[in-house]
């Protein structure tokens, strides 16, 4: 009896310290960017791009998962000082997992979105900023966290 109680404790708390490990991975899922090479030029267009790193073991949802439940990868991207496009969202993978009856499209590993930034002609500033908030919803093969929304700012000196 006394093995019994030992053995259902040391499995309680292997599932505690697996779950912690499993949702401090979820915690490491990075956002970055940057705009052109850090210098943008008055009147054109420069490429900036959005990064968001996702440790082994985890994936995200993408930007069209497919499933009725599964939260879908988002960026948003606003600036006072350019006029910013539409983010490209690059294409997931389709994969099957044990909490879901079809497969879903997902991100893995280093996932870009990009999007254009155009400084107009009459910018008077030396630098500009960007704006970026990026929700996701990180999961395991077996179960899926709390979304999350993360932000940055993109700066670029301006020629």
């Known amino acids: 009896m006394i093995q019994k109680v030992l053995r259902m404790g040391f499995f309680t708390v292997a599932i505690v310290v697996a779950g912690y490990v499993s949702n401090v991975n979820a915690q490491n899922v ?13 009147g054109t267009a420069a490429r900036a791009t959005v990064t968001l790193n996702i440790p082994g073991g985890l994936h995200t949802n993408s930007s069209r998962p497919g499933g009725e439940y599964a939260i879908p990868t988002t960026v948003r991207v606003s600036s006072k000082d350019a006029k910013v ?3 490209s969202y690059p294409r997931g993978t389709n994969r099957k997992f044990e909490f ?25 500033g030396r630098t500009i900023k960007v704006n970026v908030s990026v929700r996701y ?22 020629n």
Request: charge should be positive.
């Open 137 to 158: 919803q990180a999961c395991t093969n077996e179960v899926c966290y709390a979304p999350k929304t993360k932000q940055i700012t993109l700066t670029a000196t301006v």
């Open 85 to 87: 496009s539409a983010v």
């Open 100 to 124: 879901s009856e079809k497969p879903l499209n997902v991100y893995e590993g280093r996932v870009r979105f990009g999007f254009n930034v155009t400084v107009p002609a009459t910018f008077r």
């Open 30 to 42: 990075s956002v970055s960017g940057s705009i052109a090479n850090g210098t943008v030029t008055r």
